[in-house]
């Protein structure tokens, strides 16, 4: 089978130490400090044999995230955007659905505790948590001492066929009346973004009391999805700021009540204006340029009513926040970090609410083939009118 595979240069900055479990030449939890000269390849890979506990998915919509686009793009000296886990070469993807092709005699759904079938069609996470260490055992899987990422570290679903462990994988049959099998199999690929999304605002962000306001920084697929799942959650103004008009007007039709666009207007004298004042209970920081927008994320709380806003930033980058204490004392504020999807019952949670009409499927503006993956992969470099990017051809 073809597959689009990233390889890059294991070459680490000078200032750079290896830390306890990155593998040297191979693994790194820095990537953005070590791999340099990115390069997609397209390879013929063999079909993967499935173990008892794995499944084996014939994969039917594979979303480009922000991530994939950051492996493939350079700084200036060659080193690639993307500051987290990485393995290379690895074949990309981790945003997918499909249709079980095999499954070991092992591999059961947890939900049902049956074996999966083939012709099911399913979706996968991409955080591989081992479940034995100290984090998994107390219940934070996105936070493994031992975590692999599919499409990160280990080969992902840029190709026609991926292997899951069953512990990962979770049913979509549930979307499939409602939406019937083509965007069954779209919205089951964008279960993952979504549940990051869901995972940020609602587990790390505490959620929100119906009524309340909330502000997300930034319409790329895990802000769209934010709006979404804080919308259908009670909240009563979705505040999206987002420079791209494509991308608003997404936003709008799938849960944001305002957006606005911060080249044209101060975003937190529109978020106060819109709020009558109040600010916002969430904050989430989903640009991956937090340094630009923190003094708006600081207006917002110094100025407004609001007592307890959390700040949740999801946006993976290699930046440092200019924090004012005296602005989260004084105002009780909170920032905290999210990553993940993993856990808390998120993918089922996502799933339910999707097949109960939380149509996401707006954010896919962009279908194409396993050959355009890369020029996609440029592009998306500097143009952000396209949200969700998805393979659909994968022959």
Not at 162 to 175: F, Q, T
Request: hydrophobic share 40%; aromatic share 6%.
């Amino acid at each position: 089978m073809r597959a689009v595979c990233l390889n890059a240069d294991w070459d680490p900055k000078p200032d750079f130490k290896l830390g306890s479990k990155d593998i040297e030449g191979k693994l790194t939890y820095l990537g953005s400090k070590v791999w340099r000269n990115p390069r997609i390849e397209i390879m013929e890979k063999e079909v993967p044999v499935p173990g008892p506990e794995e499944v084996l998915i014939e994969v039917k919509a594979c979303g480009i995230c922000g991530s994939d686009v950051h492996m493939r793009q350079s700084d200036d000296d060659g080193y690639i955007f993307y500051p987290g886990l990485t393995a290379f070469p690895a074949t990309l993807g981790h945003e997918f659905s499909g249709v079980v092709v095999e499954a070991g005699e092992d591999a059961r759904n947890k939900r049902t505790g049956k074996k999966f079938e083939p012709g099911e069609g399913v979706c996968s996470e991409e955080m591989i948590w081992c479940a034995q260490c100290k984090p998994c055992a107390d219940g934070y899987p996105n936070h493994c001492e031992r975590l692999e990422e599919l499409g990160f570290s280990t080969d992902g679903a840029y190709a026609k066929y991926v292997k899951v462990n069953a512990r990962y994988v979770w049913s979509i049959e549930g979307l499939r009346e409602l939406y019937g099998e083509d965007r069954m199999y779209e919205l089951g690929s964008l279960v993952e973004p979504t549940s990051v999304a869901y995972n940020a605002v609602i587990e790390r962000g505490g959620g929100i009391r119906a009524g309340e306001n909330v502000v997300i920084l930034g319409g790329g697929p895990i802000g769209a999805a934010a709006c979404a799942v804080l919308r259908r959650a009670g909240a009563s103004s979705v505040i999206l700021s987002e420079p791209s008009k494509s991308r608003r007007k997404m936003a709008l039709d799938i849960g944001a009540t305002h957006a606005i666009d911060p080249t044209e207007v101060n975003a937190a004298e529109a978020v106060l204006d819109i709020t009558n004042g109040v600010g916002a209970k969430i904050i989430l920081e989903a640009t991956g340029l937090p340094s630009i927008v923190w003094p708006d994320v600081e207006r917002i709380i110094w100025e407004g009513k609001a007592i307890n806003t959390t700040v949740v930033v999801v946006a993976r980058a290699d930046d440092h926040i200019p924090l004012t204490g005296e602005v989260l004392q004084v105002r009780r504020a909170n920032v905290v970090g999210s990553q993940g999807h993993s856990g808390h019952g998120t993918f089922p949670n996502v799933i339910s609410c999707m097949a109960t009409g939380m149509d996401v499927s707006p954010m896919i503006t962009k279908r194409i083939s396993l050959n355009e993956v890369e020029e996609n992969l440029v592009m998306l470099q500097t143009d952000r009118n396209e949200v969700k990017i998805t393979i659909k051809d994968f022959d």
